[in-house]
């Protein structure tokens, strides 16, 4: 079996992406790589937002006041990447998260926003959804994704039906391994 080098995640916020991305690390041995590490360290740098409030689910919900108006932290975030996307194309932030990997190297990307399944499909990757019954849609435009362009589907249910979390998190891990074994 060959597994793909590069693994593109895509799915509602709280779906269990980074979850899959670390159960892809451990399990494959793929890097993380942080698809919007420049936001995030835009908004830390140069917005005053912290490490919390950039990288946790539990810190983009919180509301700050920037220049007078009050944001959500996700909202912030989102607004940031949909700048660099409309000086520089829709792809620019996997364009970006993807060079500053080395070349050739195995790598998990776990923020598949709009049509980005696309590139990283003509890029060579396994493209797959993380779908999760306690995670809807987000209000944000920038957190749609078009899940026409994934090789398959990952139910991240375990919660949902009753799972302790160590349970569901093997749950996941056992649905991850038979579909990248599979569609690979």
Known sequence: MTIPKLIALCGHPTSGKSTAADIINEVYGHE???????????????????AN???TQEGKLETVTINGRDWQVREILGEIGNAFEEKFGGDIIPIMSHN??????YSVFGSVRREQGLYWRNQG??????VNPLAGPSKYEFDTFNNAYCHAQIQNDGLARG?????????????LVAVIGRVH
């Open 125 to 130: 990757a396994l493209v797959l959804e993380i």
């Open 100 to 105: 500053a990997r080395p070349k050739g190297s």
């Open 53 to 55: 409030q950039v990288f």
């Open 32 to 50: 993380l790589a942080d698809d919007g590490l420049p936001l995030r360290k835009m908004a830390m740098d140069y917005l005053g937002l912290t």
């Open 163 to 175: 799972l302790e979390p160590a349970a569901a998190r093997q749950d996941l891990l056992e649905k």
